[in-house]
C-alpha cells in the first residue's frame, strides 16, 4: 500500500465540468503539495496546505488534517488542464523529504 | 530569476556505464533534493543535501551518490547503470525553513 494514495488514477472530463481528485496520506505532515505534471516532465507548484483551503484562478485545495485527507478541485475545466496532477507530503516522520503519490492523469476533452 | 536548472535534458547511456547529472538550485534555495521517476508512476527520494552533507537518502542503493557545491549546487552520480535506471530524475531544491520546494524540468535517461 502506498504512504500517499490518490483516486481517481485517470480521469476524463468534458470541457466545463467540475472536477475533484482527492489524497489521502497515513502519517502526520506538516504539509500537503499539490503539483502539475505535463508531457515532457518538468513538475509546477499548484498549492501547499497545512491546514484549511486555499483558492488560485479556477483551482481549489483543501486538506483536513485531522482525517488525513486533501482534495484539488478544478472549476469550469479547460483542455489545457490536461496532465498528471499529483499529491506529495512532507514534514512528520518524513522529514524535509517529499513522499508523492502515483498521480492522476485528467483529461479534458473539448 | 532564475529556477532550477537541471542539464543534461535527456541523455543515453549503455548498461555499467557511469552517469552525472546536475542541478543548479533556484537563486537563495540551500538545500537540495533528487527524485527518480520511472515511467507511470510518481517520483521516488533519492536524497537531500544541505550545508555539502547528505542529509536524508531514501531506499536507493549505494550506485547512487551525490555531491553539494559551495554554491549549492549539486551533482547526482549513477555507477554500474542498469536497465532499470532509465527514469526521470528531477531536482528540487528549497530554502532553510521554508516549505516551498521548486522543479526543475528533469533528466531522461535511458539505458540501452
Known amino acids: 500500500k502506498n504512504e500517499v494514495e490518490q483516486s481517481p488514477q485517470n480521469l476524463t472530463a468534458q470541457e466545463g465540468e467540475f472536477i475533484t481528485i482527492n489524497c489521502s496520506y497515513s502519517v502526520g505532515i506538516s504539509a500537503l503539495h499539490w503539483l502539475q505534471q505535463h508531457p515532457g516532465g518538468g513538475i509546477v507548484s499548484l498549492f501547499m496546505?497545512?491546514?484549511g483551503k486555499k483558492k488560485h484562478g479556477r483551482l481549489i485545495a483543501t486538506i483536513n488534517i485531522q482525517e488525513k485527507h486533501s482534495s484539488l478541485h478544478i472549476t469550469a475545466s479547460h483542455p489545457r488542464d490536461s496532465a498528471v496532477y499529483i499529491c506529495?507530503?512532507?514534514?512528520?516522520?518524513?522529514?524535509?523529504?517529499?513522499?508523492f503519490g502515483a498521480g492522476t492523469i485528467l483529461r479534458v476533452k473539448s | 530569476d532564475a529556477g532550477v536548472t537541471q542539464s543534461p535534458t535527456h541523455l543515453i547511456k549503455t548498461r555499467g556505464q557511469q552517469v552525472t547529472l546536475r542541478c543548479s538550485p533556484k537563486s537563495g534555495h540551500d538545500t537540495v533534493s533528487w527524485y527518480q521517476q520511472a515511467l507511470g508512476q510518481g517520483p521516488q527520494f533519492i536524497f537531500q543535501y544541505y550545508e555539502e552533507e547528505e542529509r536524508q537518502r531514501g531506499n536507493f542503493p549505494d550506485r547512487f551518490s551525490g555531491h553539494q557545491f559551495p554554491n549549492y549546487s549539486s551533482e547526482l552520480n549513477v555507477n554500474a547503470l542498469l536497465l532499470g535506471d532509465s527514469a526521470l530524475y528531477l531536482c528540487?531544491?528549497?530554502?532553510?525553513?521554508?516549505?516551498?520546494?521548486?522543479f526543475g524540468s528533469g533528466t531522461r535517461l535511458t539505458v540501452v
Open positions: 528540487a531544491s528549497l530554502r532553510t525553513g521554508g516549505y516551498g520546494y521548486t
Open positions: 506529495a507530503v512532507r514534514g512528520g516522520e518524513y522529514g524535509n523529504k517529499l513522499v
Open positions: 496546505l497545512s491546514s
